[in-house]
């Protein structure tokens, strides 16, 4: 373990802060926003008061080195495309009541409740209860999205409520 450090009175705000153990006596400014910033002005300042700093970004051989860099790193200050195609859209979380819910969830179509790229979800829940009928495979959407809806807000979910998945008669 390194060796602790006191505490010290940051250059800017005036306020004690604890400095990084890693740095020494080298922390003047504490981590707040304002301080960081005036921390990096005066480090600033201090490079550019250093004789060998002073021209630095002036006259024809910094130009000159400037656009050197410049050729060699083509397009570094235009932002970056965004990418085209994203794998897996995020969703965006829900809180809504229960009762809300409910009477969505007792109007909604099969197209509703899934969409065409949900296929995998439509085949799944037509293996696990048997059937393709779309009201059979919508009513379990229904209960499923539900359960979903009470798992995530525990909340809201209605008490006594029972999410066994039963098997529709084969009727067709």
Not at 36 to 46: D, F, H, V, W
Not at 72 to 83: D, M, V
Request: glycine share 6%; with cysteine; aromatic share 6%.
């Amino acid at each position: 373990m390194g060796r602790r450090v006191r505490k010290r009175k940051c250059k800017h705000c005036n306020e004690y802060f604890q400095p990084d153990h890693r740095s020494g006596s080298r922390q003047k400014f504490c981590a707040e926003p304002a301080c960081r910033k005036a921390s990096k002005a005066e480090s600033q300042r201090r490079w550019q008061h250093m004789p060998q700093n002073r021209d630095y970004f002036k006259g024809p051989v910094n130009v000159a080195r400037v656009r050197r860099w410049r050729e060699s790193h083509p397009g570094y200050w235009r932002k970056p495309p965004l990418p085209q195609d994203a794998l897996q859209d995020s969703l965006p979380v829900k809180t809504v009541d229960n009762m809300v819910v409910a009477q969505d969830l007792a109007k909604d179509t099969l197209q509703d409740v899934l969409s065409a790229q949900d296929l995998v979800l439509l085949g799944l829940i037509a293996q696990l209860t048997g059937s393709a009928l779309q009201d059979d495979i919508a009513a379990t959407a229904r209960r499923l999205r539900q359960l979903g809806h009470d798992l995530i807000n525990p909340q809201f979910s209605q008490k006594g409520e029972s999410y066994v998945l039963e098997t529709p008669p084969n009727g067709g």
